[in-house]
């Protein structure tokens, strides 16, 4: 059988992109559409008009299946409950018919080795690998057990998925809550002893609080240099972690560092080490909002700057400046170069700060690097659950590993990691 057998309808996207707006109804591009999950941080949004002007082929609903026809061609996601989308660009929209598919099982049927198989053999060749919508009609299926061993094998796979989401949803409370307090303290200057501290102009006159350049007494004017390191250790070993740009996420979400193996010779010319702890920060324009603290030592490409805090009570801090929109989009406006417009270290080490006392500092990273440790924890979990699901996912899907006997309130307890 194939693809279109099991569903009641298959439709493609419009062909035109739909006007954004700060709320709305979520537009799913392709970088919205995981591996069976939909990733809504920075989804684009639309107005209700939009909304309704660009479902009128068919409003996707909860249980629905959006595939990616490009980049990364062939991922797939299931669309929760409850929630109201419309398609970007270049992505597919799959209604399986309950009566003859889970859609959970169908959304890691296709995610499987077969069925990515045969989405690579279509697409191989192409300048842009691209679905087309005939092929993805005529993807084969060819092994659908009975309706109950679906929901097992489904139940299986969605335990590690949701472990995952409850894992980033933690994960996401941290870093607000560490962001809140760097902004508190040092963008808002509501921190501790405040009410108490003299303000100083930039002659070092006192000053009311709140006047516009005033910092407290204590706090320095340096630049960036005078707290980071940017190391540039050239990868020399055989086998490392690797963190390509392109992974690079706001703290380590999404950070997965996989297993680089290959040609040390061709490495060691290319790529460059970082350490625990370090702060790595996407160096081309598209990539100014990737910034992540690094959850282990591994190697990444020139294209990410890497940089290290000279005292551990800058970590914290220095972490969170680069962090902030106010770096951000002074990397922005700084950028060299018209085609791929990027920033090195000779534009950044001038970076202005107002750097606080060290007792400050000391009692800020005391807070908040908890709390991404926690994060980094959190995260090797994650790689751990992820990497477990991927080798349980073919063999399910295939009916090797058989399910029958399988209860399926158990399954879920399975998946859970030991401490």
């Not at 693809?3 to 707006?21: G, M, R, S, V």
């Not at 309950?98 to 191989?124: F, H, M, P, W």
């Amino acid at each position: 059988m194939i693809l279109n057998d099991l569903c009641e309808f298959i439709i493609d996207c419009e062909h035109k992109t739909a006007p954004t707006q700060e709320t709305g109804y979520p537009s799913i591009r392709t970088p919205n559409i995981g591996r069976g999950n939909l990733i809504l941080e920075d989804v684009n949004r639309v107005s209700e008009e939009v909304y309704q002007d660009w479902t009128k082929r068919g409003k996707p609903k909860g249980g629905d299946l959006i595939i990616a026809r490009e980049a990364p061609v062939g991922n797939v996601a299931i669309i929760p409950e409850g929630l109201k989308v419309c398609l970007g660009q270049r992505t597919v929209l799959v209604r399986p018919n309950n009566d003859k598919v889970d859609s959970r099982y169908l959304c890691y049927y296709l995610l499987g080795n077969e069925a990515q198989g045969q989405i690579l053999t279509k697409t191989s060749g192409a300048t842009v690998a691209h679905l087309n919508m005939k092929d993805i009609r005529g993807l084969k299926i060819s092994y659908l057990p009975n309706p109950s061993t679906q929901k097992k094998i489904a139940s299986i796979l969605s335990a590690y998925d949701d472990l995952i989401e409850n894992n980033n949803q933690r994960i996401k409370l941290l870093e607000d809550m560490a962001e809140e307090i760097y902004k508190e303290w040092f963008v808002r200057l509501r921190f501790p002893g405040y009410n108490e501290a003299v303000f100083l102009d930039k002659d070092g006159k006192q000053v009311a609080p709140g006047t516009k350049g005033a910092i407290p007494d204590g706090w320095e004017k340096k630049s960036i240099k005078e707290i980071v390191h940017n190391k540039k250790e050239k990868y020399k070993e055989e086998e490392h972690f690797h963190l390509g740009i392109f992974d690079l996420s706001r703290m380590p979400r999404k950070s997965l560092l996989i297993p680089q193996f290959g040609d040390s010779g061709e490495l060691e010319s290319s790529r460059i080490i970082f350490k625990e702890n370090d702060i790595l920060f996407g160096s081309i324009r598209s990539y100014f909002h990737k910034v992540s603290s690094a959850n282990k030592n591994g190697i990444t490409n020139v294209s990410v700057l890497i940089f290290r805090p000279k005292k551990e009570i800058y970590r914290s801090y220095s972490l969170f400046t680069f962090f902030s929109n106010q770096f951000i989009n002074w990397s922005i406006n700084f950028s060299n170069g018209t085609k791929m417009p990027t920033i090195s270290w000779n534009e950044v080490q001038n970076y202005s700060i107002n750097k606080p006392t060290d007792d400050l500092l000391k009692s800020f990273e005391e807070i908040v690097f908890p709390m991404i440790k926690e994060i980094h924890v959190l995260s090797d979990k994650n790689i751990v659950l992820q990497e477990t699901r991927d080798l349980l996912l073919p063999r399910l899907i295939s009916g090797k590993l058989s399910v029958e006997n399988l209860e399926l309130e158990t399954l879920h307890m399975a998946a859970e990691p030991q401490e």
